[in-house]
């Protein structure tokens, strides 16, 4: 029996990009902020879509934003407007 493949968020690597962005971090500062023990190159790969954060990096990501967990997660859903 073989394991069945999740459904991943296609949107996520553009929502995380975008967040670094609006939060005016660098890939460092972002890694930096997120509290990752590993090279400012995990938050490209994230935000290139080459390797999905887990589930402890989304809720870093959707707090530094302000934003749901769900918000990242659920394609259906647009990142609001960060002030």
């Not at 493949?5 to 609006?22: D, T, Y």
């Amino acid at each position: 029996m073989g394991r069945s493949r999740r459904n991943k968020p296609k949107k996520l690597s553009h929502k995380l990009l975008a967040i670094r962005k609006r939060l005016r971090m660098s890939q460092t500062e972002m890694a930096r902020a997120l509290e990752l023990k590993v090279h400012y190159s995990a938050v490209s790969n994230f935000e290139l879509g080459t390797r999905e954060p887990d589930l402890l990096v989304v809720l870093r990501y959707s707090r530094l934003a302000g934003i749901p967990m769900e918000t990242l997660v659920d394609d259906k859903l647009n990142l609001p407007d960060m002030r």
